[in-house]
């Protein structure tokens, strides 16, 4: 079955450190990969997408994330963290449905970021 | 375009009551999703539209959940008789279908349901 594993359910750094949040995914198929980032109370902020191509992916904010085939992973990485991005951020894998167009996401239960001053 | 809304933002109800949430997706936007998402855990799919057409349901949605997309723009998810256990934020998000399939989904700020 479809999955997302989100190993870290909390990570501290020092504001000014790198940052790296793992997300391994199990799917048969080519993924659609995703990372979304929730403060508290609010919905979730899509921060970038890979869907196929350079495996680099830019995205708002800053972030960055690196799909490894090999490693079935989606690592998201900042490389200078600011007070402000402390939040719960989520992988993601986007299904594809009977039609083979992609239909609901499948999503990791998330890192909780904590930023040190 | 202002996003996608949600209504009420958060609802507070007693177990057995009946309650009706609404979603109005980016305008355009022909794909519509409902989710679940309870403390500490991430998002859980409930089902989607495609226009006024549900195409996809959860085995999470139990017979008191029913969710409706009318003339294919807004759509209302109610859940009768509530549990305590209903107790979480119900997510909306949207998209628009893309020939290549690679959708990209947009969430709403959520409904927070309490069941006491």
């Known amino acids: 079955a479809q999955s997302v594993t989100q190993p870290d359910i909390h990570i501290t750094v020092s504001e000014g450190a790198s940052l790296e949040l793992r997300c391994n995914y199990s799917y048969g198929a080519t993924p659609y990969l995703f990372w979304y980032v929730q403060s508290p109370g609010q919905g979730l902020q899509l921060l970038l997408k890979?869907?196929?191509?350079?495996?680099l992916v830019q995205g708002i904010k800053g972030f960055e994330a690196e799909f490894k085939r090999s490693q079935s992973s989606f690592n998201l990485r900042k490389p200078s963290v600011h007070w402000s991005d402390a939040a719960e951020y989520f992988c993601?894998?986007?299904?594809?449905?009977?039609?083979?167009?992609?239909?609901?996401?499948?999503f990791g239960k998330g890192t909780k970021l904590s930023v040190k001053p | 375009d202002t996003g996608v809304s949600q209504d009420p933002r958060h609802k507070i109800t007693k177990r057995g009551q009946n309650v009706t949430f609404r979603c109005d997706p980016i305008s355009e936007h022909n794909r519509l999703y409902w989710y679940r998402q309870t403390l500490g855990q991430g998002p859980e799919f409930l089902t989607y539209f495609q226009n006024e057409a549900q195409l996809e349901k959860s085995r999470l949605l139990s017979d008191r959940f029913s969710a409706e997309r009318p003339k294919g723009s807004f759509s209302t998810l109610e859940i009768q008789r509530t549990e305590q256990g209903d107790s979480a934020m119900y997510l909306c998000?949207?998209?628009?279908?893309?020939?290549?399939?690679?959708?990209?989904?947009?969430f709403g700020p959520g409904t927070r349901l309490t069941v006491l």
């Open positions: 998000a949207s998209s628009p279908r893309t020939s290549a399939g690679t959708d990209t989904q947009y």
């Open positions: 993601a894998v986007g299904l594809m449905n009977y039609g083979g167009s992609q239909g609901n996401l499948i």
């Open positions: 890979y869907f196929s191509g350079d495996t």
